[in-house]
């Protein structure tokens, strides 16, 4: 399956081509000849592999635990490179490790490649399905993600295997990081434990350094059992499961007023019952609970638990509750933050051309926002973590095992929504390609930086630490739970 390209992006393809390869004789002439110039160069020899994987991902716009094909493609690329390759680790089948190299130090580099239910959209700036009727989409970028941070780690073994670097690369295939599962699973499997350091990106609508830790959270589902009956013959001899969903639902929203203004919970009725005049014997809802850190998620969870029980209580109903998933906020790592703010400064922003900017304007226009573009600056590092905002990410749980930093890099338009279809068509794009290379470069610069230099690893691992006061890490799922495959949850 191939993704339908707007003939403006084929035409455009040789002055992509001469914009990326224009950026080695510079680079060659700044880093000499040493390991920092050579994982540089072998970035840019993989700009075709990383555009294939790109657009092959897109096109496959496979959800969260069945990204088959997709986890495929990026074990084929490593596997031909002379990576080891375990396949189907922390009992996800879509899960890999990809190692190359022996001893220490261990450098891990996070790769995501899901995607999003019903926010598919051909490569193009307004709403239009696409050809092949695939309504998924890469919403979030994870296409680009995976092939980036794919190409990064090709290029670090290459520069390893040319110099000599003694050292361990390790590519991580997380999936489903938009349940925020994977990456979960795979610290309670242990897989983190051994890292030196865990380097990750991600497209967004900016480039700079991530310096806000987001919020930690709690995914869970509340089912509910009563009993069945005629909605008009005999309604008192039913308990309906939906009334306890719904009295649930008005006691968490009450909670709502007593709650902190950081503080985030959503829930949608995945289940509410099969015809009106039924009294509906079984309904399920599914919830979220987000705060600045585990603590307070955990009070907050606490009380929601109470509602479902007092609901269950009112309504005569029995009830189970599942918890699918947590997480912790990001743990900001401030060397390894400032390491990458330099090798983002050295490598620079996408160069977008005026082409690409139109039809970023064109798609903001249709969006009714305002029509920036694509942002070409890179944000200058704070000298303090910013304010939590945003959503959570399962990265955070590695970045409680080990030193762990990331950055994002522009790959779509200016004030577009994110999670839509607008990010989806951007993601389709030559210009969202370019976003992946250049957050290739600076992961394969910072993977160097951290396998030569024995300073900044120790600064690292002192600053974590510090930050950590040495406490092991705490799986916020229970020890001996499984992942929630499809085949266990009725669904992707």
Known sequence: MRPVHCNVYAALFGCALFLFCGFVPVVRAQEGAGPRATVLEEVEALVPEIRRLSMALWSYAETALVEHRSAGALIDVLAREGFTVE?????????????????????????????????????????????DGVDRGHGCGHNLFGAGSVGAALALKRAMAAHGLPGTVRLYGTPAEETVVGKVYMAKAGLFDDLDAALEWHPGTETAVRNQPGRAMNNFTVEFFGQAAHGASDPWNGRSALDAVELMNHGVNLMREHVYPETRIHYVITDGGGAPN???????????????????????????????????????????????????????????????????????PPVFTEE?????????????????????????????????????????????ITPT??????????????????????????????????????????????????????????????????KPYQPPIPKDQPPPLPETTGGD
């Open 87 to 131: 396949r189907g680790v922390a009992g996800m089948p879509t899960a890999f490790v990809a190692t190359y190299g022996q001893g220490a130090p261990v450098i891990g580099i996070l790769a995501e490649y899901d995607a999003l239910p019903g926010v598919g959209n051909a490569p193009v700036p307004e709403r239009r399905a696409r050809e």
């Open 278 to 348: 039924v009294v509906p014997e079984y309904a399920r809802v599914w919830y979220y609970v987000r705060d600045i850190n585990r603590e307070r998620v955990e009070r907050f969870y606490d009380w929601i638990l109470k509602i479902a029980e007092g609901a269950a209580l009112a309504t005569r109903t029995e009830h189970r509750v599942f918890l699918t998933t947590g997480v912790h906020e990001y743990n900001l790592n401030r060397p390894l933050q400032e390491a990458l703010q330099r090798n983002l400064e050295r490598v620079g």
């Open 356 to 400: 690409e900017q139109d039809f970023a304007r064109r798609l903001q226009r249709f969006l009714g926002v305002q029509e920036d573009g694509f942002r070409t600056e890179i944000k200058p590092l704070a000298d303090a973590p910013e304010p939590p905002s945003g959503g959570s990410t399962d990265v955070a749980e590695v970045s409680y």
């Open 405 to 470: 930093a990331g950055f994002s890099v522009t790959t779509a338009a200016a004030n577009i929504p994110w999670h839509s279809w607008a990010a989806t068509a951007c993601h389709g794009t030559e210009a969202g390609v370019k976003g992946a290379v250049v957050a290739a470069r600076v992961i394969a610069l910072t993977g160097v930086d951290l396998l030569t230099d024995a300073g900044l690893r120790t600064r690292a691992r002192d600053f974590f630490r510090e930050k950590t006061g040495g």
